[in-house]
């Protein structure tokens, strides 16, 4: 059975480029969560949906992250324009269960650096 | 807003000695989670403890939860070095609408 699958893997960009990370969660899971992780912050939630409907998007840093899932085997994290500061590893995470009350199934991430 | 904190930041042990791992939070949590994270990896779960002083066992690895569920630890016991990595604790609270809080981390490099 397939995991969590993000794309892509590694992005490079410039300053001020639009970004698009994508995720497919696992077949059946309710609930989708995006994290950001780096060294000085760790990781934190930005954003999570429960039946394709965001639940909670306090951890978005400002206006210029969005995040959709318009339908329950899609997810994307757009980042536009992005800075050198939102460079980190963005995780992906499904459960089968609503919010955190089961497992969190995390993909292998998307290492963005933006110079 | 809820905090969990985890101790030690950091542990290097020799290999076959012991590691635990500390968790703290400032509310009462109804579960706790932990994971860990390989070097350049993704985090993986682990286990999940929901009860007040509940006690779980995975092999070398013993994992508790507090009485009154504010703390947790993760108890390694003869470490070896495949278990090289970071463990998070990851804990929720009722009123939190289902959204979990990770700890910082704790980095475990093992000397052979």
């Known amino acids: 059975d397939a995991g969590v699958i993000q794309s892509p893997r590694h992005e490079v960009t410039e300053m001020g480029q639009e970004v698009t990370l994508r995720c497919k969660p696992i077949?059946?899971?309710?609930?989708l969560f995006w994290y950001r992780q780096t060294m000085m912050r760790g990781l934190e939630l930005l954003i999570y949906?429960?039946?394709?409907?965001?639940?909670?998007d306090s951890g978005m840093p400002e206006d210029r992250f969005s995040a959709k899932m318009p339908n329950a085997s899609f997810s994307t994290l757009k980042i536009q324009p992005s800075e050198p500061r939102d460079s980190a590893v963005y995780f992906c995470?499904?459960?089968?269960?609503?919010?955190?009350?089961?497992?969190?199934?995390f993909g292998e991430g998307s290492r963005l650096t933006v110079l | 807003g809820q905090q969990v904190m985890q101790i030690p930041q950091y542990q290097h042990v020799q290999e076959g000695e012991d590691f635990t791992t500390y968790c703290n939070s400032s509310?009462?949590?109804?579960?706790i989670q932990w994971y860990k994270q390989r070097p350049g990896g993704h985090p993986v779960f682990l286990i999940q403890?929901?009860?007040?002083?509940e006690v779980k066992k995975q092999k070398r690895l013993t994992f508790q939860f507090g009485e009154a569920k504010k703390n947790s630890s993760l108890h390694i016991t003869a470490t070896q070095t495949t278990d090289v990595g970071t463990y998070f604790c990851?804990?929720?609270?009722?009123?939190?609408?289902?959204?979990?809080?990770f700890g910082d981390g704790t980095t475990l490099t093992v000397k052979p």
């Open positions: 995470a499904s459960s089968i269960r609503q919010g955190s009350a089961g497992e969190l199934f």
């Open positions: 077949s059946g899971h309710n609930s």
């Open positions: 949906f429960n039946n394709n409907v965001p639940i909670d």
């Open positions: 509310t009462t949590l109804s579960n």
């Open positions: 403890l929901v009860k007040s002083g």
């Open positions: 990851a804990g929720r609270i009722d009123t939190n609408a289902g959204k979990s809080t």
